[in-house]
């Protein structure tokens, strides 16, 4: 069976490639490949994953710019190597254009992947819709949400974002090395947070978290992980509220996992987001995570996320945490959270089968 994954986001540090990802490496059978399609031509970690399992990646560049070159070199795509199916994941019903080019390349399973609650760009989402509703075949969602903003009252499956739980399982090592090596006092605050530098993700909210826990005197320590457009906005930002010794810049970096034994809690005051798989994972680190109710409430499996208002001031945000601190116990918490992460369905090998078996099905192979 050959499926083509298309990824209509950036290939990088980011939720919905991390998915990608993680199915392909967790499917891993030897009937089955998977080719992915990717909007920018990636890094040498991303090619690699996809030729361990036997696929590739083929970069079709301009979906944005010159979105009809693009639908026609993915057409191609898809005739010359006659996929089983597409599934395409993202955010909007501009997910039309991939859709429909499998229908016209005579791809007959071409399924659709929601991995949001909203879009940033309504109208042309409203215009695409219409294509979007008779081009897919199957609909997939991250989470009950999820599936609802893009289908409306169709039918939809959802396939939970998993995660390789026990890599992200709180590691007193990493926690020494990383502060260690940033020379983090052990009674710092250390409040992290994963994600692309956008308007979605709102990483202002954490540097004016920041400025009020530096007013009040309270040592800590921001690392915030990842890159894009706003990341110079942001850097510019700590430098007006003289935060340049407390706020860390890692870029993208490949390995998160021990970042996460390193913070106390984390911080995730986004305008929208679906399901977010980084949550998962700061959760099963046993972290406390703390972020705005924008956010879709089924991705607190632990017990261990606050959902706070960004219409409530940063004094509310800022007492709520540094009151959540003193109930930490890491390995403990860890321990428990990725218990009920397996038990809800959330670790990547239950779900890689359901979606294998699910593929099986539809393609009638």
């Known amino acids: 069976m050959k499926i083509l994954m298309i990824n209509t986001v950036p290939m990088e540090r980011n939720g919905i490639t991390n998915v990608i990802c993680n199915i392909v490496q967790a499917i891993n059978n030897p009937n089955v490949s998977v080719d992915c399609v990717s909007i920018n031509k990636p890094d040498k970690y991303y090619y690699d994953i996809f030729s361990y399992a036997k696929g590739q990646i083929y970069v079709i560049e301009n979906r944005l710019r010159c979105p009809i070159l693009y639908f026609w070199k993915l057409v191609r795509l898809i005739k010359k190597n006659e996929y089983d199916c597409i599934h395409a994941h993202g955010n909007s019903h501009t997910l039309a254009i991939e859709v429909f080019a499998a229908r016209v390349a005579g791809c007959s399973v071409r399924i659709a992947h929601s991995h949001s609650t909203t879009c940033k760009y309504k109208v042309i989402d409203k215009i695409m819709k219409p294509i ?27 396939f939970k974002n998993g995660v390789f739980t026990e890599n992200y399982r709180f590691d007193e090592n990493y926690r020494k090395l990383i502060r260690e090596k940033y020379s983090i006092n052990e009674n710092s605050i250390v409040i ?3 994600g692309n530098f956008d308007d979605v993700k709102n990483q202002d909210w954490i540097i004016e978290i920041g400025k009020e826990l530096s007013r009040r005197k309270i040592d800590f320590t921001i690392f915030l992980i990842g890159t894009g457009e706003r990341l110079e906005t942001i850097k510019k930002m700590v430098n007006e509220y003289n935060l340049e010794n407390n706020v860390i810049f890692t870029g993208a970096i490949d390995n998160v996992n021990q970042y996460l034994s390193a913070f106390d809690c984390v911080v995730m005051p986004s305008f929208f987001e ?92």
């Open 192 to 194: 992290g947070h994963v």
């Open 132 to 158: 979007f509703a008779s081009s897919c075949t199957h609909n997939i969602a991250c989470g009950k949400e999820a599936g609802k903003w893009l289908f409306g009252r169709a039918k939809f499956e959802i």
């Open 274 to 365: 679906g399901l977010p798989l980084t949550l998962i994972e700061e959760q099963a680190a046993g972290l406390k995570c703390f972020v705005s109710d924008n956010i879709t409430k089924e991705v607190d499996i632990t017990g261990n996320v606050n959902f706070l208002s960004l219409n409530d001031n940063v004094e509310n945000w800022v007492s709520t945490i540094i009151k959540e601190q003193k109930k930490n116990n890491r390995d403990k918490d860890s321990d428990i959270a990725i218990k009920k992460i397996v038990k809800k369905g959330y670790d990547i090998a239950s779900e890689s089968e359901r979606l294998l078996d699910f593929y099986i099905r539809i393609c009638d192979k």
